[in-house]
């Protein structure tokens, strides 16, 4: 009989993905998702998995029965949304975490591989004597919303770890490639979309900015990796999973040569201009000498199956709210404000039908 996992998020970005590869191992799959983006991150397993609609942040204990393992990569996943309510952030993040890990604990789930990010680590641009490799014996003390709710919910699992519960941590760096619940507000992504829809890409502060990045479906395999290996490896264990660090202009210059490959000449335009960036390089030596992990999707092979598959699946109408986080959330909260008044969009108010 196959292992069953709870994937909570299972139908966002990461989930989806992470959704298919468990399948193809012949794991048996519960998803626990609210759907914010709909299910057509599962349109090509929908008959394969057991699809739990609902909050994580109001689980039930019935959520984990004959459940073997779980993976959560649920919550706010991005700054912008997480800044733009805070609150909601700390609850789906930190505090839901939490109470899923008690919930394994009373329910005998003893391993629980969370979400992490290697945001944690950011310390912006401007001070070359801080521009070393971290590693997660790095101190850390993230204060954005986002990174400092995942840095908090680490730091609550970790201390819950013992003989009958296996906490594991996965930092990511930024994430790239096509998934079917697709987003174009990631890096690569984002130069992806507008190589397509401009034919050039802009790069910010000049693109000097370094960042740890790993394509979506060695995500996948990283998180199965953690599932897979013995207890005694990843318990209470905190991992950072990258393909390389890169700077954001050697990223725009990588995706033009593989829209070259393709027969398209992209232009790149930096902007001087000053924002608010991230910058940070991770090492992630821990998990390659530890599980033997190795994320293997180049850029340039990730950008050609990204073209490869907007086109078939038709996602190249760009400018649709729901391909960026925060664009999609505050469409459902204008239109949950406009239904509170005037009840269903098309039915007569006050019908039973």
Known sequence: MSRKILLVGGAGYVGSVLTHELL????????LDRLYFGDIGLRDHRDRVELVMGDMRRLESDVLKDVDAVINVGG?????TAEYNPKANYEMNTLAAKKLADLCVANGVRRYIFASSCSIYDRGVGDDSRDVLLDEETTVDPRAAYSGS?????????????????????????????????RYDLVVNTFVKDALSKGCLTIHYGGEMWRPLVEVRDVARAY???????????????????????RISELALRVREAFRSLGH???????????????????SAKIQRVLDFHPKVTVEESVQHMVEQIRAYGYDDFSNPRYYNIHWMRLLEEAQKVIAVTGSVFETPGSEE
């Open 265 to 283: 000449d992209i232009d790149i335009r930096p902007d001087y201009g000053y924002r608010g960036v991230r910058s940070y390089r991770v090492s």
């Open 150 to 182: 995942k840095r908090e919910a680490e730091k609550l699992l970790l201390d819950m770890a013992g003989t009958d519960f296996c906490p594991v941590i996965l930092r990511k760096g930024t994430i790239y490639g096509f998934s079917p619940r697709m």
């Open 224 to 246: 199965i990796a953690c599932l897979r290996a013995d207890e005694a490896k990843v318990k209470e264990q905190i991992f950072n999973v990258s393909f390389t660090n890169f």
């Open 76 to 80: 706010l996943s991005n700054d912008p």
């Open 24 to 31: 193809e191992r012949g794991y048996a799959v519960r998803i």
